[in-house]
């Protein structure tokens, strides 16, 4: 059997997934990069493989895409994050619909892809100046309010008034805002919810830049935060799709790609 192989290499996380040759999802491992990307990377595919009971040997193609994909020397081939991003999209929502916008947070920018009806990309505007509306934002407001990241969303659902307005647009002021909040006596409910809508903001004023088409997809580790899906979908006024594993739709699309190569390759290629 020929397994196939994608590997994301993110600002924050790695992640890795394989596919059989039919593009479906055989599994998948998410470490933090840290600061030795390639190390990481190769012991993460290694302990994949190992709980996948595949071998390297079974191991056709490998397309590495992200961050700090040129480091990872043993990639048949590596793409750049947007296209992985864009066919991962497509993949994992075959049977939701047609994609024709992408919001991606990730742990250090923020994205929007707009795709045509072939599903090309055709515009994308990314933000990776600032730390405002990325999932480094989230884990600062976390930290500070002493809760963890995969709780901001049920503080958001119990937040019962008007969200509060975070005004600065700078991570570092927001903070020192947020600690004022919590001086004020405000909830770390309202303020969750009103750190969301900031980001949503934030991610719907990227959108209009590449223009909103549906059907829109979101994915990145944030888009594990419900409340902050909530969010966005109430700014932009639209339905979201989020896939079952958010933080892989990169990944999940290298592997597609690998997929894909590899059957164009001439048969006598494919032995070497
Ligand atoms: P990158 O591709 O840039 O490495 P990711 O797409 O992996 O980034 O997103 C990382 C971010 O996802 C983290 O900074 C964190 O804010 C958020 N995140 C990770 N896990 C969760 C979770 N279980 N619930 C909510 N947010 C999460």
Redesign the pocket.
Known sequence: MNYFVGI?I??????ITVTDEHKRLVGFK?NA?GSMFYKYAKETLQSLLDELHISQDDIAYTVAT??GRKLFKEADENIS?ITANAIGAQEAAREYGEIKTII??????SKAISLDSEGNVVNFAMNDRCAAG??????VV?MNLEI???E??DYHFKSTGTPLSISSTCAVFAESEIIGLLGSNHSVEDIVSGVHYSIAKRIVKLVKRVGIKENVYF????A??AG?VHAIENELGKKIFVPEY??IT?SFGAAVLACDAFKNMPEVEREF
Do not use: M, R
């Open positions: 994301d993110g600002s924050t996380a790695i992640k998410i990069s992200g961050y994050e991606n947070i990730g742990g250090q920018d990325t999932g480094k934002f989230l884990d976390a963890g990241v995969d901001l969303s994915d990145g580790g944030p594990l935060n902050l958010p933080q990169t």
